[in-house]
């Protein structure tokens, strides 16, 4: 059975850091690519990274660019989004999902990933 648990979200002020944690488990990191999405109140969901089944290829969202960093530790089955500089726009639930469909083409269109966490919140506020 494929999971994926998010956890590492909460209260942090404007220019701060968080770093997310995606704990999968039914399959793993060499499958699939997994990405990181985010949605705030009354907005639609939208990507913001994703790393390649082969860990070679990454791709941003161009409003978190040189701010977030995907990584993943494959023997602790985990992928991160670390996240700098944090605006309040970038408050949302963050949440990580799989494509086990194997889309040709990297990307971080939510429609192309299948399964997903629970997400968690991330508020950015002073």
């Known amino acids: 059975q494929i999971q994926l648990v998010e956890s590492g979200g909460g209260l942090v002020h404007p220019g701060g850091s968080l770093r997310l944690s995606c704990v999968v488990s039914?399959?793993?990191?060499?499958?699939?690519?997994v990405g990181w999405f985010r949605q705030a109140p009354g907005k639609e969901r939208e990507g913001v990274a994703c790393i390649s089944r082969d860990g070679d290829n990454t791709y941003y969202a161009n409003a978190v660019k040189g701010r977030f960093t995907i990584d993943r530790d494959i023997a602790e089955n985990t992928v991160y989004l670390q996240m700098d500089s944090l605006k309040p726009a970038d408050t949302a639930v963050y949440y990580c999902?799989?494509?086990?469909?194997?889309?040709?083409?990297?990307?971080?269109?939510?429609?192309?990933?299948?399964?997903w966490g629970q997400g968690t919140q991330v508020t950015v506020s002073s």
């Open positions: 999902a799989a494509d086990s469909q194997r889309a040709p083409a990297l990307g971080i269109s939510p429609d192309a990933y299948d399964y």
């Open positions: 039914g399959f793993t990191l060499s499958d699939y690519d």
